[in-house]
C-alpha cells in the first residue's frame, strides 16, 4: 500500500454542524458546472461554487437537514436542489428560477428578501430521514426519489406534475413502494442488473446487502384487475427484498455497512453479481464513508474509501491501493467533479472538519494506480531505445542498462560525454509528480 500527497486544496467557511448524508457534488444551477452543497442542523442549505470561501447561495429549510441531493427530481430536463429534514420536511429548490438570479456585486446571491428564500415547493413525508437517491430506478427513463430510514423502513417517491409549465414547479410526491429491512439502512445505490435494468441496493449490517424489487407495476395491475395486491399469489410468490451476504461468515450484525464495505471493521469488498467476490481489502481504520470517483482518467471508477480521522483509501478494480492522510478528523465526506477553477470539472475530494471548515482537494488525478519502477517507464518510451542505441548499451541487458541509469543520475559530472537521459517523465509531463509514489527505481 502507498501513499499519496495531493497538495491543491482550498478551504469553505462552515460554521454549522451537519449529518453524514447532508453534503454533495451536484450541478445545481444547471450551467455544466458543479457545485457543493451542504445542509446542516439548523436548517440552513449552503451552494458553494467555485473557490471562493463563502457559499454562493443560502437557503432556510424547516427541521434538521439529514440529507441533500442534486438531480432531475421531477423529470423536467434540469436539476432541482433537494433538501429533507429529520421531522420530514420535502424541500425543492430551483437555483436556475428568476426569483435566485439576484447576485450582487460579488457574486453572491442576495439574501434580503425573504421570498427569495423560500423552496419553490415542500411537502411532508414520513419523518426520520437518514439517505436519499435520486436516480431512475425502475428503468423507466423518469428519475425516482428513494429514501432511507433510521427504521429499518425505505420508501421510493415519483414525482406527480400538475403543469404542463416545464419551468414551473407544480405537483407533489406519491409514494410507490414501502420497503421493511431486516437491519439498519446505511448507504443507498444503483447498479446494472444481470440483464442490463437498474437494479437497487441497499446496505444491511454484517458486510450485506439487499436488492430491493420495484414491484408497483405488477402491484398496480393486480389492483387493475380486482385482486388483493398485498396477498401473493401462492404458486409465483412475489419477493420485493432479496438479501444477500458477501461471505458465508456470520458478520458483527452491529456494523454498520455501505454497500461494499464493511465500516465499522474497515473491510472493503468488491463484488460481481450478487454472489462472485473479485476481492476483500482490510485496512486498520475505522472507515465511515464509500464513494466512487475516476482518479485515473481511464474511465474506469476506483473506490473512494474514508476514515473519520481523514485517512481516505483509493482502491482499483485489481485491488490496488492507495492512501492519502487528510490533516484534520472528518464528519462528513463526498467524492465526485466539481467546478473549482479552470472553468471546468475535475475530480476532487470534499472533506467538512470540525472546525468550521470545508477542505476541498481539487484536480486529484494519478497517472496510474500501480506502482511501478523507472527502467520500466524508460522501456515504453520509444526514444529511451534509440539513445541506448547511440551509447552502444544493449536494450536487453538489464544490468547495463541499470548502471548507465545509476550513473546518469548520480554521477553526471564522471561521464565522458552529456549523457541524454534526463529525470523527465517519458511522456513530456511536468516534474508535478507528487501524486504519483515512484518505488525503488530498480
Request: proline content about 4%.
Amino acid at each position: 500500500m502507498r501513499s499519496v500527497s495531493y497538495v491543491q486544496c482550498v478551504a469553505l467557511d462552515f460554521g454549522g454542524s451537519l449529518f453524514p448524508h447532508a453534503v454533495c457534488l451536484g450541478d445545481a444551477d444547471n450551467d455544466a458546472l458543479n457545485e457543493l452543497v451542504v445542509g446542516d442542523t439548523n436548517g440552513k442549505l449552503y451552494v458553494y461554487k467555485n473557490d471562493d470561501s463563502k457559499p454562493w447561495a443560502t437557503r432556510s429549510c424547516q427541521g434538521m437537514l439529514t440529507c441533500v441531493g442534486v438531480g432531475d427530481v421531477c423529470n423536467k430536463g434540469k436539476n432541482l436542489v433537494v433538501a429533507v429534514s429529520a421531522e420530514g420536511w420535502f424541500h425543492l429548490f430551483d437555483l436556475t428560477s428568476p426569483t435566485s438570479k439576484h447576485p450582487d456585486a460579488s457574486g453572491h446571491h442576495e439574501l434580503a428578501a425573504a421570498e427569495e428564500q423560500k423552496p419553490v415547493f415542500k411537502q411532508h413525508i414520513p419523518a426520520n430521514t437518514k439517505v436519499m437517491l435520486i436516480s431512475d430506478i425502475d428503468g423507466d427513463g423518469k428519475c425516482e426519489l428513494v429514501v432511507g430510514y433510521t427504521d429499518r423502513v425505505v420508501r421510493a417517491f415519483r414525482w406527480e406534475d400538475l403543469s404542463e409549465n416545464s419551468d414551473h414547479v407544480s405537483g407533489q410526491l406519491l409514494l410507490l413502494k414501502k420497503w421493511l429491512l431486516e437491519g439498519q439502512v446505511d448507504s443507498l445505490s444503483v447498479n446494472p442488473g444481470p440483464d442490463g435494468s437498474p437494479e437497487m441496493m441497499v446496505s444491511q449490517p454484517g458486510c450485506g446487502y439487499a436488492i430491493l424489487l420495484c414491484t408497483w407495476d405488477s402491484e398496480q395491475q393486480a389492483t387493475t384487475e380486482g385482486r388483493d395486491s398485498s396477498v401473493p399469489n401462492s404458486e409465483t410468490p412475489i419477493r420485493d427484498v432479496i438479501l444477500h451476504q458477501t461471505s458465508g461468515r456470520i458478520h458483527n450484525k452491529n456494523v454498520s455497512t455501505h454497500l461494499i464495505g464493511s465500516i465499522g471493521r474497515g473491510t472493503l469488498k468488491l463484488m460481481e453479481g450478487a454472489e462472485k467476490l473479485l476481492w476483500s481489502v482490510q485496512v486498520d481504520h475505522q472507515l465511515f464513508a464509500l464513494e466512487k470517483l475516476d482518479v485515473t482518467g481511464n474511465g474506469h471508477e476506483e473506490v473512494i474509501a474514508c476514515a473519520w480521522d481523514g485517512q481516505t483509501y483509493i482502491i482499483d478494480h485489481n485491488r490496488t491501493v492507495a492512501r492519502f492522510q487528510a490533516d484534520e478528523n472528518v464528519s462528513a465526506f463526498c467524492a465526485g467533479l466539481y467546478a473549482c477553477k479552470g472553468g471546468s470539472n475535475s475530480p476532487c475530494l470534499v472533506y467538512v472538519s470540525f472546525n468550521q471548515k470545508i477542505y476541498i482537494y481539487w484536480d486529484v488525478q494519478l497517472e496510474r494506480m500501480e506502482s511501478t519502477n523507472l527502467l520500466k517507464i524508460l522501456d515504453c518510451d520509444p526514444e529511451f531505445g534509440n539513445l541506448l542505441q547511440q551509447l552502444g548499451v544493449e536494450r536487453g541487458d538489464v544490468s547495463a542498462v541499470k548502471d548507465l541509469i545509476h550513473k546518469t543520475l548520480y554521477f553526471p559530472e564522471k561521464q565522458q560525454q552529456s549523457s541524454p537521459l534526463q529525470c523527465q517523465d517519458p511522456a513530456g509531463t511536468d516534474d508535478s509528480a507528487h501524486y504519483t509514489v515512484i518505488q525503488d527505481p530498480f
